[in-house]
C-alpha cells in the first residue's frame, strides 16, 4: 500500500544512521503491505525514538486491555480491590467470542489478579467485562488522560457482538505512540518508585503487570521469528480487518526495544492467495525481527 509513510524520528548523537537506515527498513517493507500499517518504536539502550504515522487514532482491539489492567493495579494500589480477592464470573459476561471463559459454566470464582491474568494472556473479554465494570469505565479512561495516552478512548468494556460503522468512530481507539508511552512508563515503573508513582502504582505492581503481560500465550505475531527463547511482554488486539500487537522486546535478560504494530484495512486475502490475518502476522513477526537484529548487541 503506497502512502506518506509519516515516518518521523529521534535521534541522539552518534547512533542516527543505524536508526535511520532501520526506519527505511521497517517503512519499505510497510510500503510493500495491500493494507496499512502504523508503528512506534524505541530502542531502549540508547533512547532513540522512531513512528509511522505513531499519532493516527486507529482501533485498538485487544491492546486496549494493558491501559485497563494497569487502571486495575492503580485501584489495587488505592485499596479498592486485593488482588487475591474473589471475584465471581457471571454470565452476562460471557456473551462474547474471546478468550476461554465465554465456554464455562457460569458463576465460578477467581481470584482478582488472575481475572487480570486471563484477560491478558488469552485475551479473555469474560474478564475484561468484568474487571472494566469493577474499575469504571470514566475511570478507566480518565487514568489513561492522566498519564498521557491523549488519544486513546475506551467506548466499552464488553465489546458488542456485532460492530457495526466505523470503528475510529464507534469502536475503543488508540495510537501507536501511546501503547508505547504506556509501555515505557510500566518497564520504567518496575525499577523506581517515582515512575511507577506516575501510573498510580507502587514499582511491586508495575512488575505484576509487566510480568502478566510476559507470560502471554498468543504469541503468533511480534515473537513469532525471533530467536527461541526470546522474551517478549505484549499485546494483541484483533478485529475487523485489524490485526496488532505491542510490547517489549527482551535480548536475555535486558529490555532491548518496545514496538507497538497497528495493521488495519486488511483485506480477507491478500493478491498472493494468502489469508489477510496469516499476512499482517507474518508481517509484523518480520517488522520486530528486523528491529531485533539491527538493535541487539
Not at 235 to 257: A, E, H, S, W
Not at 262 to 274: A, F, N, Q, R, W
Request: hydrophobic letters at 35%; a neutral charge.
Amino acid at each position: 500500500m503506497q502512502e506518506d509513510s509519516g515516518a518521523e524520528t529521534s535521534f541522539r548523537k552518534g547512533r542516527a544512521g543505524m536508526l535511520e537506515d532501520l526506519v527505511r527498513q521497517l517503512n519499505d517493507m510497510c510500503d510493500k503491505q495491500p493494507f496499512r500499517t502504523t508503528w512506534y518504536l524505541k530502542a531502549l539502550h540508547t533512547g532513540e525514538t522512531a513512528h509511522r504515522q505513531g499519532d493516527l487514532v486507529i482501533p485498538s482491539a485487544s491492546t486496549r486491555k494493558v491501559s485497563i489492567m494497569m487502571s486495575a493495579l492503580k485501584a489495587v494500589n488505592e485499596g479498592r480491590f486485593t488482588l487475591d480477592q474473589p471475584v465471581r464470573m457471571l454470565a452476562k459476561y460471557q456473551d462474547n467470542d474471546s478468550g476461554t471463559f465465554q465456554h464455562f459454566s457460569p458463576n465460578f470464582t477467581i481470584e482478582f489478579k488472575d481475572v487480570l491474568l486471563m484477560m491478558i494472556i488469552v485475551s479473555d473479554n469474560t474478564c475484561t467485562g468484568t474487571v472494566t465494570d469493577m474499575v469504571g469505565l470514566n475511570e478507566v479512561n480518565t487514568y489513561c488522560r492522566s498519564i498521557g495516552m491523549k488519544d486513546t478512548l475506551h467506548r466499552y468494556g464488553l465489546p458488542p457482538r456485532r460492530e457495526g460503522g466505523d470503528p475510529v468512530r464507534t469502536g475503543t481507539v488508540t495510537t501507536a505512540n501511546d501503547q508505547g508511552l504506556l509501555l515505557e512508563m510500566i518497564l520504567n515503573g518496575t525499577k523506581d518508585e517515582a515512575a511507577a508513582h506516575k501510573l498510580g502504582c507502587t514499582p511491586e505492581l508495575c512488575r505484576t503487570g509487566l510480568q502478566i503481560l510476559l507470560w502471554q500465550k498468543l504469541n503468533t505475531r511480534m515473537p513469532s521469528l525471533l530467536p527461541e527463547g526470546t522474551k517478549v511482554a505484549h499485546k494483541t488486539g484483533t478485529g475487523r480487518g485489524v490485526y496488532n500487537d505491542v510490547g517489549i522486546v527482551y535480548q536475555g535478560n535486558d529490555p532491548l526495544f518496545i514496538l507497538c504494530t497497528y495493521t488495519s484495512l486488511v483485506p480477507t486475502e491478500i493478491p498472493d492467495g494468502t489469508p489477510g490475518f496469516a499476512a499482517a502476522a507474518q508481517h509484523i513477526g518480520k517488522l520486530a525481527r528486523t528491529c531485533y537484529d539491527a538493535l541487539k548487541s
